[in-house]
């Protein structure tokens, strides 16, 4: 049995400087996967441009890759706009079609982790009945954003995401998303992470990564929320991808039977350890 399924779409990622480079979660999760030990599939989709073969090429050193093929892969240009950095969503790629007849070893946990829209709710919910994994976790950035060819990628208030996500997410056993991609609130995380609850009911665990400020952990299975900030904060590197990173991490853990404390825990050492590391 696979320890970890990652499914996701990669990216075509261009930057002001006029370079351009393969990403998106499968590619860092799948890195963050790996450092930690696990052995791990991919499910992605991507074109044949340049950018989007030599990522195909990472995943499959990394583990079993099964590709579906796309005419393009999402592609996002990074823009500034005073002085914070804007997405443009400039290509959208094909849905994900889960390979239901077989190809996937059921894996002990499966990281579902859309870029854009590839991933339906119905494809989610095709994967777990096929595939049964003791565990899934969602990290939900990608079903939250306000997609359109040419315009920057906004978040969706919580009203405009579709009822069948919301019943796919409560079907979740873990979700993990980032206060920076929630319309609500930006200034209370509190406040976010009670209208998530509201939305997701009682079933899955809750994690909201705060940036370099921690994280908030909602177990339904404890009576009350756990507020929590590293004691290390690297600062001046870049971030992207440290959500995928914690995502992966805790993925791992929970397959290994620790506890949903204990693995946000060993999560957030390695988002410590994989920041720290873009210091050389």
Same mark, same amino acid.
């Given at each position: %049995?696979?320890?970890?399924?990652?499914?996701?779409?990669?990216?075509?990622?261009?930057?002001? /400087?006029?370079?351009?480079?393969?990403?998106?979660?499968?590619?860092?999760?799948?890195?963050?996967?790996? =450092?930690?030990?696990?052995?791990? *599939?991919?499910?992605?989709?991507?074109?044949?441009?340049?950018?989007?073969?030599?990522?195909?090429?990472?995943?499959? #050193?990394?583990?079993?890759?099964?590709? =579906?093929?796309?005419?393009?892969?999402?592609?996002?240009?990074?823009?500034?706009?005073?002085?914070?950095?804007?997405? %443009?969503? /400039?290509?959208? *790629?094909?849905?994900?079609?889960?390979?239901?007849?077989?190809?996937?070893?059921?894996? =002990?946990?499966?990281?579902?982790?859309?870029?854009?829209?590839?991933?339906?709710?119905?494809?989610?919910?095709?994967? !777990? &009945?096929?595939?049964?994994?003791?565990? #899934?976790?969602?990290?939900?950035?990608?079903?939250?954003?306000?997609?359109?060819?040419?315009?920057?990628?906004?978040?969706?208030?919580?009203?405009?995401?579709?009822?069948? $996500?919301?019943?796919?997410?409560?079907?979740?056993?873990?979700?993990?998303?980032?206060?920076?991609?929630?319309?609500?609130?930006?200034?209370?995380?509190? &406040? =976010?992470?009670?209208?998530?609850?509201? !939305?997701?009911?009682?079933?899955?665990?809750? @994690?909201?990564?705060?940036?370099?400020?921690?994280?908030? $952990?909602?177990?339904? &299975?404890?009576? !009350?929320?756990?507020?929590?900030?590293?004691?290390? @904060?690297?600062?001046?590197?870049?971030?992207?991808?440290?959500? /995928?990173?914690?995502?992966? &991490?805790?993925?791992?853990?929970?397959?290994?039977?620790?506890? @949903?404390?204990?693995?946000?825990?060993?999560?957030?050492?390695?988002?410590?350890?994989?920041?720290?590391?873009?210091?050389?």
């Amino acid at each position: %049995m696979s320890e970890l399924l990652i499914v996701g779409g990669l990216t075509i990622d261009r930057f002001t /400087d006029g370079q351009s480079a393969p990403g998106g979660s499968v590619l860092h999760a799948g890195l963050a996967a790996v =450092q930690e030990g696990a052995a791990v *599939t991919f499910l992605t989709v991507a074109g044949d441009e340049p950018e989007a073969v030599e990522g195909l090429a990472r995943l499959a #050193t990394l583990g079993t890759l099964i590709h =579906q093929p796309s005419a393009t892969t999402t592609t996002y240009r990074h823009d500034e706009s005073k002085g914070r950095r804007v997405l %443009m969503y /400039d290509a959208a *790629t094909a849905h994900i079609e889960p390979p239901i007849a077989g190809g996937i070893e059921p894996p =002990q946990v499966a990281l579902l982790a859309p870029i854009a829209d590839e991933l339906p709710a119905a494809a989610v919910d095709m994967l !777990r &009945a096929a595939l049964r994994p003791a565990c #899934t976790v969602l990290l939900i950035q990608g079903w939250l954003r306000r997609l359109e060819l040419g315009s920057p990628v906004r978040p969706l208030p919580l009203d405009v995401v579709a009822p069948e $996500l919301w019943a796919t997410f409560s079907r979740a056993d873990a979700i993990v998303v980032s206060t920076e991609d929630l319309a609500e609130a930006p200034e209370d995380p509190f &406040a =976010q992470a009670a209208a998530l609850r509201a !939305r997701l009911g009682p079933v899955p665990v809750l @994690v909201l990564t705060l940036g370099t400020e921690g994280y908030l $952990l909602d177990d339904p &299975a404890a009576d !009350r929320l756990v507020a929590t900030m590293p004691r290390v @904060v690297v600062e001046g590197v870049p971030t992207v991808g440290a959500g /995928d990173t914690f995502g992966a &991490a805790l993925a791992v853990h929970l397959s290994r039977g620790n506890n @949903v404390t204990a693995a946000a825990r060993a999560a957030t050492e390695r988002v410590i350890h994989v920041l720290d590391a873009r210091r050389s």
